[in-house]
Each structure stands twice: as structure tokens, then as C-alpha cells.
């Protein structure tokens, strides 16, 4: 059986890669915590000035029926005229409603958008750290393979193909 001397590997600052790596995903973390909340406040503030507009609707509405007791001759108009006002405030309301909902989701989605750039910067530039490491990586299976037997190579070989496939599906997803 041959002696096989496997090659020394130079010194890689493994713990320094981590921790970059780790305070990267942390900082990520907090930004997109503190975006949510954000939103959450933004929405809250929405919900409240919505319900004393609501409120001060149907204060404004039970005042203008107590008057209309008062006046039997002319309940039948009043009436009428108040349901088509409430009928056009509620249209006006539905409209608030709805345009505020799409002003919360257009700045939430320019907020995702945002945190989806800062995501791929953070990839991109944790693959760049990444590269020398993967480069000498490779340059020992390259040397491991050189002094194997041709039956050993094909299986690193195949094994070294299957392990690239994920890793292109992830920097494709990525954008890298």
C-alpha cells in the first residue's frame, strides 16, 4: 500500500470569518426588527386617528338626530339627508381606508426592498471575504487529487461536481 503524505494547510483565521459572518446576520437582524416596528408604530397611528374620526362621526350624527325630534314636520327630509350623508362618508371613509392601506404597503414594500438590498450587499461582500478561503480550499483537493489513485480521484471529482451544484442555485438566488 502506497505512504500517503496529505499536504499541510496554511493557517486560515477561521474564528475571524465566523465572527464576521455573525455580526453581519446580527446587524441584519436588528435593521429588519427595527424596520418591522416601525411599520407596526406607523400602522397604530393609522388605526388611531381612524377610530376618533369614526367616533366624532357618530357624536356628530346623535347630536343631529336629538334635533330632529324637535321638528316632526321635517324628520322625513332630515332623515334623508343624513343617510346620504352618512352613505357619502362612508364611501369617503371607505377611500381613506383604502388609500391608507396602500400608502402602509407601498412603504412597506419600498422597506422589504430596502432590506433585500442591504441582505445582498451583506452576501456579496461575505462572499468576497469568502473567496481566498474557497480559492486555497481548492488548490488542496487539487493537490490531495494528484497523488490518489485514478479510481479515489473520480469519486472526489464527483463528489467536489455535487457539491458545486447548491452552491451555484445559491448565488444565482442571490444575485452573485
Known sequence: MPDITFPTFP????????????????????VAVGLGVLGFQRAQVRRVELTKQID?????????LANIGDLPTTISKQIETYRKQAISQYGQFGEQVSENFSSAGKVLEGQ???????LTGLVKTLDERLQPVRRQVDEQFDRLEERLPESAKSVVQTVRAAATTPEQLFRTAVGL
Open 112 to 118: 422589504a426592498e430596502a432590506i433585500r438590498l442591504q
Open 56 to 64: 366624532e362621526f357618530g357624536k356628530q350624527f346623535e347630536a343631529q
Open 11 to 30: 493557517q486560515v483565521d477561521i474564528n475571524k470569518a465566523a465572527t464576521d459572518v455573525n455580526n453581519a446576520l446580527k446587524d441584519t437582524a436588528y
